[in-house]
T-cell receptor
Framework: NAGVTQTPKFQVLKTGQSMTLQCAQDMNHNSMYWYRQDPGMGLRLIYYSASEGTTDKGEVPNGYNVSRLNKREFSLRLESAAPSQTSVYFC?????????????FGAGTRLSVL | AQKITQTQPGMFVQEKEAVTLDCTYDTSDPSYGLFWYKQPSSGEMIFLIYQGSYDQQNATEGRYSLNFQKARKSANLVISASQLGDSAMYFCAMRGGSTSGTYKYIFGTGTRLKVLA
């Protein structure tokens, strides 16, 4: 019963380095999301994907790219990391139909950019 | 524009007492959903309760209930009989109308609850 799995759990980068955060869900959900969580600011939407092959910008997309590789996987890439991208990153998925449309979250990736 | 406001950065409650966490929202969508999530110190986001904008009755899930006052645009979380394990950050969130084939959510800034023994 894995749900939403994020890797890695922790990462330290130097300014200018690149990396990809991985997210996979096994609930057959259509929609997937990437958020960042900063102290005092709640969760802010970076990118989302309604279905395989589609992606859209959220509230804070600058400095990030995403790929919806297939229905299960949605990755977030930092091409040239900056200290302002130090944050906790959450991936979430949602079934995309039905009444409630509850989002289910991964455990998060804690990223530090030095 | 949609907005979620949580005005209580921190709250204390005595064990076994009830506590209300405030949430107000703003939206022009006629159809929306309101959610509460719990984030313990371990960091994961745990879904607690959902209220739909057309639901006539307030949602309840065990010790959690959502006091939904549509005219006031408030969706307060009530935790009854608080337990030490309820100490966590609590987020209110809103799902708006469909966009690009799915829904977007916005989150409040959270309320940190500390349950005292």
């Amino acid at each position: 019963n894995a749900g939403v799995t994020q890797t890695p759990k922790f990462q330290v980068l130097k300014t200018g380095q690149s990396m990809t955060l991985q997210c996979a869900q096994d609930m057959n959900h259509n929609s997937m999301y990437w958020y960042r969580q900063d102290p005092g600011m709640g969760l802010r939407l970076i990118y989302y994907s309604a279905s395989e092959g589609t992606t859209d910008k959220g509230e804070v997309p600058n400095g990030y790219n995403v790929s919806r590789l297939n229905k299960r996987e949605f990755s977030l890439r930092l091409e040239s990391a900056a200290p302002s991208q130090t944050s906790v990153y959450f991936c979430a998925s949602m079934v995309g139909r039905g009444r409630e449309n509850i989002q289910y979250f991964g455990a998060g990736t804690r990223l530090s950019v030095l | 524009a949609q907005k979620i406001t949580q005005t209580q950065p921190g709250m204390f409650v005595q064990e076994k007492e009830a506590v209300t966490l405030d949430c107000t929202y703003d939206t022009s969508d006629p159809s929306y959903g309101l959610f509460w999530y719990k984030q313990p110190s371990s960091g994961e986001m745990i879904f607690l309760i959902y209220q739909g904008s057309y639901d006539q009755q307030n949602a309840t899930e065990g010790r959690y209930s959502l006091n939904f006052q549509k005219a006031r645009k408030s969706a307060n979380l009530v935790i009854s009989a608080s337990q030490l394990g309820d100490s966590a950050m609590y987020f209110c969130a809103m799902r708006g109308g469909s966009t690009s084939g799915t829904y977007k959510y916005i989150f409040g800034t959270g309320t940190r609850l500390k349950v005292l023994a």
